[in-house]
């Protein structure tokens, strides 16, 4: 007679078969086991209450000494297992150029160097990498030898000591609930279970054990996408003077960030809402951003002895709400089976630590890529790069930053945007929203204030003179 126990065997073989460490298979179970009880991970409103009073990043304290001091206890990890498919990319998104050939990552290699630099502390960094970024993201890794070379007491040798390596698990089947089987590409029969994985592959890797005897505690964990990013003295300062075992950055919602997940309060303790979480019913009170003002950046901060104690206490992992994703399992061919993929959310763990917090923060240190109107605001001089290797706004303000609308018929992918801003980006230092209709290539010297609305609408590409433009609808 067929059991759960027997049809979870089938995936815990398959997953010992690719080097699966024990937490990672743990964690999977839990999942799976959840699925198989009808969980869905749903929070309806009725549940939780709206979070009102957050400490503010500007009402903190200059760095004291024990910012200082708990600096040389300090880990950085860099999420960076997104290939950005979205925009047309089959490499890792943080090799994407930002500005002045450089990337993402040479970005973050040079603040991490200026950091251990003006500090003289060694200052550990990881970048936690998927199966599909690690390769391109380690080699490039070596265009910066200082950064894994003699960088603590346990001197790294190669990039590759730098790597945290995300798991992959197996999809699963819908209609028989069993590991999927795809013989026309075995490869997408599995997936990323989720930065949520980032506990469990800590201690399997035997990162977490090893960073701990080398003396560090902790953890400052975000998006390499983010370039906002950085690790801040005085936030360090306050989460190891307030001794929480985990701090979660979050920032104001606004009518932008309606669709994503948001804080809130179940009982005594602080959750995470993803939208994938919210049933339908309650879609409506999960996008006022009057009722529920505060947003994951995902941006993290945390403990390392009481992240070992808990991943023992639960068996080698943390027990973070199920995120079931109904997808075929070729994304590309909506008539596939359909699968669920079984995943969980980092900041979800906010309310597995008792006396977890959270912290409001300026927007300034949340600046995403996830869209070409993204990077093309993010290569433009909106944007500074500081002394520091820190990207802020150039107004000092991120509630000035233009909005960016580029038509997604033209310019959804890379190659698209790279078609549009041959000649240049515009200053769009003055400018508060610009939109593109149509193929339109921009031309180097050009300046855009106020609202800039471009529209061609032929499918020829037509060139905008140089110029200043402002407050102006323009066919080109």
């Not at 013989?183 to 930065?195: F, N, R, V």
């Not at 019913?281 to 529920?292: K, L, M, N």
């Not at 959310?345 to 917090?357: E, K, L, S, T, W």
């Not at 020829?460 to 402002?470: F, H, S, V």
Request: hydrophobic share 40%.
């Amino acid at each position: 007679m067929e059991t759960h126990h027997n049809r979870f065997e089938e995936f815990a073989n398959r997953l010992r078969c690719t080097g699966a460490t024990e937490a990672t298979i743990r964690s999977f179970q839990s999942n799976y086991e959840a699925l198989l009880s009808g969980q869905t991970g749903m929070i309806p409103e009725g549940e939780i209450k709206p979070v009102s009073d957050l400490p503010r990043f500007e009402t903190l304290p200059s760095a004291g000494m024990v910012g200082e001091q708990a600096l040389a206890k300090t880990v950085i990890v860099k999420l960076n297992g997104g290939l950005g498919t979205s925009m047309g990319l089959d490499k890792a998104k943080s090799l994407l150029e930002v500005r002045d050939g450089m990337c993402f990552l040479d970005i973050i290699a040079r603040h991490v160097l200026h950091l251990r630099q003006s500090h003289g502390v060694p200052l550990r960094f990881l970048v936690m990498n998927s199966f599909s970024t690690s390769n391109d993201s380690l080699n490039h890794l070596k265009n910066h030898p200082d950064l894994w070379k003699g960088s603590h007491q346990s001197a790294p040798g190669s990039p590759a000591d730098l790597e945290l390596l995300q798991s992959q698990v197996p999809k699963v089947d819908a209609a028989s609930l069993r590991p999927i089987q795809w013989p026309a590409s075995p490869q997408l029969e599995w997936c990323p279970p989720g930065h949520g994985d980032i506990y469990p592959s800590l201690l399997g890797s035997g990162w977490l054990e090893r960073l701990i005897a080398e003396g560090m505690n902790f953890l400052f964990v975000s998006n390499s996408d983010n370039l906002g990013a950085t690790l801040d003295l005085r936030i360090l300062d306050y989460f190891a003077v307030s001794g929480m075992p985990f701090l979660m950055e979050v920032a104001e919602r606004t009518a932008a960030d309606r669709k994503g997940g948001h804080l809130a309060e179940c009982g005594s303790k602080l959750i995470l809402r993803e939208s994938a979480q919210c049933p339908s019913s309650d879609a409506q009170f999960f996008q006022d951003i009057a009722r529920h003002r505060f947003f994951n950046t995902n941006n993290l901060w945390i403990r390392l002895d009481t992240l070992l104690a808990s991943l023992r206490d639960h068996g080698g992992f943390i027990p973070l709400p199920l995120i079931k994703n109904t997808k075929t399992v070729d994304p590309r061919d909506p008539k596939s089976p359909a699968v669920f993929q079984l995943e969980s959310a980092m900041g979800a763990a906010i309310g597995c630590f008792p006396g977890a917090g959270a912290l409001v923060v300026p927007r300034t240190r949340f600046a995403p890529v996830k869209t070409t109107s993204d990077l093309f605001l993010l290569r433009s001089d909106a944007y500074t790069i500081t002394e520091d290797w820190r990207i802020i706004p150039s107004s000092g303000d991120a509630s000035n930053l233009a909005t960016i609308n580029l038509d997604p018929a033209h310019y959804r992918l890379v190659d698209q945007l790279a078609e549009l801003t041959t000649a240049g980006i515009p200053s769009l230092v003055g400018c508060s929203n610009l939109t593109v209709n149509g193929p339109v290539r921009l031309q180097r010297g050009s300046t855009f204030r106020g609202n800039v609305t471009l529209n061609n609408l032929t499918n020829e590409p037509r060139i905008l003179p140089a110029g200043t433009y402002e407050n102006i609808n323009v066919s080109v």
